[in-house]
Each structure stands twice: as C-alpha cells, then as structure tokens.
C-alpha cells in the first residue's frame, strides 16, 4: 500500500520540472532500469523490469518499515510477553520469502520457455547428446559417448536440480538475514539502549538494501 501510494502521488502530476516526490520517484526508477540494462541489456530491459523493480522495492521497504518501534509493541500480552504479534517485519515471515522465491522461480521458467519456446527443456533433458553419446559407442569412439552421455545424464539433471535449489537459497538468505537482523535490534536495545541501537539501525538500512538487491539481482 504505501510503494503504491507513493508512486502514485509521485506520478499523478508528473511536470518537466519535478517536485521533490517526483525526482525521488524518477531517480529510484533511472536507477534500477540503469541496473536491469547492465545485466540484461537494453531490449530486454523494459520487459523484466517490472518484475525485478518491484521484488527489489517491496524486499526494501519491508525491511525498512520492520524496524519502526511499532512493530514488536503492539500484540496481544500473556504475562509480560507479547505472544501474538499484530505486526511482523514480513521478511521475517517465512511465508513472504517463499512467496518472493516462487514468484522469482515461476518468472524464470515461463521467460525460458516464451524466449526459446519448446527447445528450453533440452537444458535439462539434453536429448541432442544422447543421440551423438549412442552413435558414438555403435562407431566404438567411447570418449566422446562417455562425455556426451555424461551430459545427458549428469549436467542436464543437474541443471534442474538447481534451478529447484534456487527456491530454497532465495527463501533461507532473505528469511535468515531479515531473522537476524530484527534479533539484532532487540539484543542491542535491551544491552545498550539508544547508544548501540543507533549504529544497529544504520546497519540494517544497509542490510536491507542489499538484502533487497541480491534478491532482485539474482532473479535477474
């Protein structure tokens, strides 16, 4: 709601010569297509874009806004515990990186097969080596039928496996480094209140940031 809100309102009445809202908008935008043209390219920059800008700008936010004091007040006591929190950082959640994790995955498979249609599979069903692997063991050449039956049976799969292992790295980094970092907060506040706090949310400005820019770079 709130990326929502502020590109709207930075957006609504866009002028040639920005407001404040509007240049903070457009350099966040000029920023991030700049990163996805690096990686990908200009022609294909505007199409992933979309995907990649909001995955980096909803991880940020939401590690920016779990380090209001709001969130770990407010809940329901038992004692002189919070037990149910009404308000979690979300990438403390497992369920929101798992989300992020399918969202990213899902994205990566329907690009593979709309850019190279059908012939995406052959990277993990490699059956053009399976063919040369057989002609070469009937023509008795068994170093070349080693090597490519070697990718038909090794590499291909192996490349599935790790687009499949992807769903678990992307889930545990983002939801171990968000885990740890809010664990950070609370252990300096109780230790040394309003001193080492300070430095500890500087930190996690940053961890946020880059924790946001792994995820959308490694996606891309």
Known sequence: VLLILLFVLGARKAKLVPGRLQTFVELAIE????????????????LLFPVIATIFLFVMFNAWIGLLPIYPSLGFITGDHIQIHLLRPAGTDMNMPLA???ISF????????????????????????LKRGL???????????????????????????????RLISF???LFGNMTAGEILVLVSAFLVPFIATIG????ELLIGFIQ???FAGLTL
Do not use: H
């Open 171 to 173: 889930t545990f980094r």
């Open 100 to 102: 992020l994790a399918l």
């Open 31 to 46: 920023g991030l297509l700049k990163f996805v043209e690096g990686v990908v390219g200009r022609q294909r920059a505007r």
């Open 200 to 203: 500890v949310y500087g930190l």
């Open 135 to 165: 002609v070469d063991l009937v023509r008795l050449r068994f170093l070349d039928a080693f090597q490519n039956l070697l990718d038909f049976f090794f590499v291909g799969p192996l490349e599935a496996f790790s687009e499949l292992v």
């Open 212 to 214: 946001a820019l792994i």
């Open 106 to 129: 899902v994205f990566v498979e329907y690009l593979g097969f709309r850019m190279l249609g059908i012939g995406y599979i052959t990277k993990f069903v490699r059956i053009g080596s």
